[in-house]
């Protein structure tokens, strides 16, 4: 069983930076892909960026240039550092990992850190 717990959500003005972390309990190996999330109020949760356990990494087209994904094998952490923030960042942001092994899929969710860009 792994469990994942997000921090360093929080309140920023517009251009302004967040770091998120996300540490896991239990192994995380590098078959699991690990991923951020978000979810706006009354919108669908949707992927910001994925990082494979190889360090291959996919961004949303609206996060391109501005977020930055990156992972601590050793220390099974996921992190992700957001720039020049705008409104349409607010969401709760959820940190997942996904891995197949030997045909089953495993699939964790954090609990969610609340991220609000407001002047």
């Known amino acids: 069983q792994v469990q994942l717990v997000e921090s360093g959500g929080g309140s920023v003005q517009p251009g302004g930076s967040l770091r998120l972390s996300c540490a896991a309990s239990g192994s995380i190996s590098r078959q699991y892909i690990m991923g951020w999330y978000r979810q706006a109020p009354g919108k669908q949760r949707e992927l910001v960026a994925t990082?494979?356990?190889?360090?291959?990494?996919n961004y949303a087209e609206s996060v391109k240039g501005r977020f930055t994904i990156s992972r601590d094998n050793a220390e099974n952490t996921v992190y992700l550092q957001m720039n020049i923030l705008k409104p349409e960042d607010t969401a709760v942001y959820y940190c997942?990992?996904?891995?197949?092994?030997?045909?089953?899929?495993?699939?964790?969710w954090g609990q969610g850190t609340q991220v609000t860009v407001s002047s």
């Open positions: 990082i494979t356990g190889a360090g291959n990494i």
């Open positions: 997942n990992a996904d891995a197949w092994v030997i045909g089953r899929n495993y699939v964790y």
